[in-house]
């Protein structure tokens, strides 16, 4: 079809009202990109379905492309206060594009709160919107189900190191993840290691076939799951005894908080919100070259931590109630 319009009126699992608009195009990039084709039909269903029998106070976006602007557009048609929640890691490369981050840039300036998920994110906004008003930011980070990703004690095993890595393993134009590192640093201390190393690799992606071959040319004892349902990963971070995490950018972690939750704790790259995530309670910070990975790989052999008390403190401030409380008080206080 050239354009395919849909729209659905339900409630979700939590008893939600949800009103979904659909739009089906061959040109999908081009109507993605066309801002005012999406708006025209999201006021079109706003009115005859929403309107009629529900006035919003608020009107709360998630991410500001294209979401925000949209959300920017309704709140000033309807002169209702807009609050912006951002978790998206291109916040830098959107504020290069033209018109688009225009339209991102206002929007951002007229929303009455703007909630990124970490203070890294929030630095990141404001260098690339020239933000001037830091008053406006909520640090309120992602909800994490702690029911799914639950504590549970740890079957050690001493003849053996289990590492656990969640990922879409794909090649892109500027990967986030470095499992290369990773592997690499295995591969480099694990003649000299007390233990064996085993590697689980969850996740699928076009750059798998590659990390196979890899793993077997160095000899690294390596698992490729790839994709697997929730549940399944919680029993895999169950069975592990580190959570490992090459990247090169997050803007919160969600998959480093969820082992955390589980009482695994992380080796991660020392950088950006991760900073914010993982300390010595939890984990280990470590430098993004394969000697960093080594010598990581080295310290955690010796490591001590407490799992329940690390898991039970990141719960506490990530579940669903803890969050759910932090939105409510902005909400309030609009």
């Keep these: 079809d050239i354009l395919k319009i849909k729209h659905s009126d339900f409630y979700d699992d939590c008893g939600v009202r949800t009103v979904m608009i659909e739009i089906f195009s061959r040109f999908r990039d081009l109507i993605y990109h066309f801002l005012p084709l999406q708006y025209f039909y999201l006021i079109k269903v706003f009115k005859k379905h929403i309107q009629s029998d529900f006035k919003p106070d608020i009107f709360h976006s998630n991410v500001i492309f294209p979401a925000g602007i949209l959300g920017n557009w309704l709140s ?5 206060p807009h609050i912006i929640t951002e978790h998206w890691t291109r916040v ?16 951002y300036n007229k929303a009455v709160r703007i909630l990124p998920v970490s203070e890294f994110l929030k630095t ?5 919107f020239s933000i001037l008003d830091h008053n406006k930011f909520t640090i309120i980070g992602n909800v994490i189900d702690s029911k799914l990703f639950y504590y549970k004690k740890k079957d050690s095993n001493p003849n053996e190191l289990r590492l656990c890595s969640i990922a879409t393993w794909s090649y892109l134009k500027h990967p986030a993840k470095q499992p290369e590192l990773l592997i690499k640093a295995i591969a480099k201390v694990q003649d ?13 992606g076009n750059k798998v076939p590659e990390l196979i071959k890899l793993c ?8 490729f799951t790839g994709y697997l349902p929730k549940n399944e990963i919680v029993k895999k971070l ?3 005894d580190f959570f490992v995490h090459p990247t090169n950018i997050e803007t919160f972690g969600v998959v480093v908080a969820e082992a955390i939750l589980t009482g695994t704790p992380v080796v991660c790259s020392d950088v950006s919100a991760l900073r914010e995530l993982v300390n010595n309670s939890n984990g280990l910070l470590c430098e993004n070259t394969v000697e960093g990975w080594s010598n990581a790989l080295l310290k955690i052999n010796v490591a001590d931590f407490n799992n329940e008390k690390f ?4 719960e506490n401030k990530f579940n669903i109630e803890a969050i759910g409380k932090k939105i409510s008080s902005v909400y309030q206080s609009i």
Aim: hydrophobic letters at 35%.
């Design 92 to 107: 830098r490369q959107f504020a290069n594009m033209p018109v688009l981050s225009f339209w991102g840039k206002k929007a």
């Design 192 to 204: 000299s290691y007390p233990t064996k190393i085993k590697l689980t690799m969850i996740g699928g």
């Design 311 to 314: 898991a039970t403190e990141m």
């Design 216 to 223: 077997e040319t160095l000899k690294v004892d390596a698992e």
């Design 76 to 80: 000033q048609k309807y002169k209702k």
């Design 124 to 128: 990141e906004i404001c260098k690339s």
């Design 238 to 240: 169950h069975e592990s």
